[in-house]
């Protein structure tokens, strides 16, 4: 009997289509940029008429919760911390929170407000961040870091019907934006664009936001999982993005496809048109020979570990011509941004936004 299982099914649908048009080609990295920002519709926004809401100070870190409106949706919420008494530009990082299933929350995942972090912070953050606010542990090292909400996320999320049932409020709201997710993205499709597109371009707003700060020198990018994902397309896609830290999200597609992974992955990841123009590791390392570094977590369940081991393979043919500005780490850890992987990130960031002189040849 034929196997009906969906990994076999659209395993054979492979074989068909690839048979009839290339599948996972390797464009070169400016060639490829173009093609996928088309392919996902990245629309141009801009992070206007930006309010500084109210300032605090914790500690040593100073903070602004900010505002901005990109055109649609409500007003953007997002804070930048700095350290408390710092005088001079310092550089900047863009800290891009993850999915993980909270769209009740955004920048409060990865950032404290004055409030402090709600329950269900508290436990995504052990889950996932060692427990850590890492956009403040990061900013204490002499960053300026801007953590933002993007579209279903935090200030940016639906007003949707909560039904009653076990846990707070927030865990039903999650419940809620877990099925309203393909909804999103069949509204986005329609208009031409897709929820990968959209989120980038909200991005792509909030680092040129930052970029324009005077207090703000080099930026750079960072973020895990979903994050991650959101680091790859803006490293792609905004060239004055110095250097980007995508950690847990890189695999090659093939190999989530005969995994089955597939379904355990948000939208966003899944932008239209990409397959007929490279493979996702592509499309991370588009930005050769500008800096990079990818952290595969090898026992993460999300993955495939021989995908992340042929995406590595991939990235650093990429990166051949450019020695020392790709750096892989394989992590012994699941899937999150634990606090070894924190450090070694923080170490890059201030080497590639500080001490090294700017990369050349985008």
Request: net charge neutral; hydrophobic share 40%; glycine share 12%.
């Amino acid at each position: 009997m034929p196997d009906g299982s969906a990994p076999a099914v659209f395993g054979e649908l492979a074989e068909v289509v690839g048979g009839q048009w290339e599948l996972f080609p390797s464009l070169p990295g400016p060639r490829l940029r173009a093609a996928a920002r088309q392919a996902i519709g990245v629309p141009a926004l801009t992070a206007a008429d930006v309010r500084v809401e109210r300032t605090w100070t914790d500690g040593d870190l100073h903070g602004e919760e900010l505002s901005w409106t990109v055109g649609f949706g409500p007003r953007t919420r997002a804070y930048l911390l700095r350290p408390r008494d710092h005088g001079g530009p310092l550089p900047g990082v863009v800290a891009l929170h993850c999915h993980a299933g909270m769209k009740w929350a955004g920048k409060e995942k990865i950032a404290d407000g004055p409030e402090g972090p709600s329950d269900e912070v508290r436990r995504l953050r052990r889950d996932v961040y060692g427990g850590r606010a890492w956009a403040g542990e990061l900013a204490r090292r002499g960053f300026a870091v801007l953590a933002h909400d993007v579209l279903t996320w935090g200030s940016r999320r639906f007003a949707l019907d909560v039904p009653e049932g076990e846990g707070g409020h927030a865990d039903r709201y999650d419940r809620a934006a877990a099925r309203h997710e393909h909804v999103v993205a069949k509204h986005c499709a329609l208009l031409g664009t897709s929820f990968a597109g959209v989120v980038a371009g909200e991005d792509l707003a909030a680092a040129a936001y930052l970029r324009s700060r005077p207090d703000v020198g080099e930026v750079g990018c960072a973020g895990v999982s979903g994050g991650g994902l959101r680091a790859a397309l803006l490293g792609a896609f905004d060239p004055r993005v110095r250097a980007v830290v995508v950690a847990a999200m890189v695999s090659t597609y093939p190999d989530l496809l005969a995994g089955g992974h597939v379904e355990r992955h948000t939208w966003m990841f899944y932008p239209p048109g990409l397959a007929r123009l490279g493979d996702w590791p592509d499309l991370v390392a588009a930005r050769a020979p500008a800096p990079l570094m990818v952290q595969y977590a090898l026992r993460d369940d999300l993955f495939p570990q021989a995908g992340m081991r042929r995406a590595h393979a991939r990235v650093g043919e990429r990166y051949r011509d450019a020695p020392g500005r790709y750096e892989a780490v394989f992590a012994p850890s699941p899937h999150c941004f634990d606090v070894p992987m924190q450090e070694r990130a923080f170490g890059w960031l201030a080497r590639e936004l500080v001490s090294r002189p700017p990369s050349t040849g985008r």
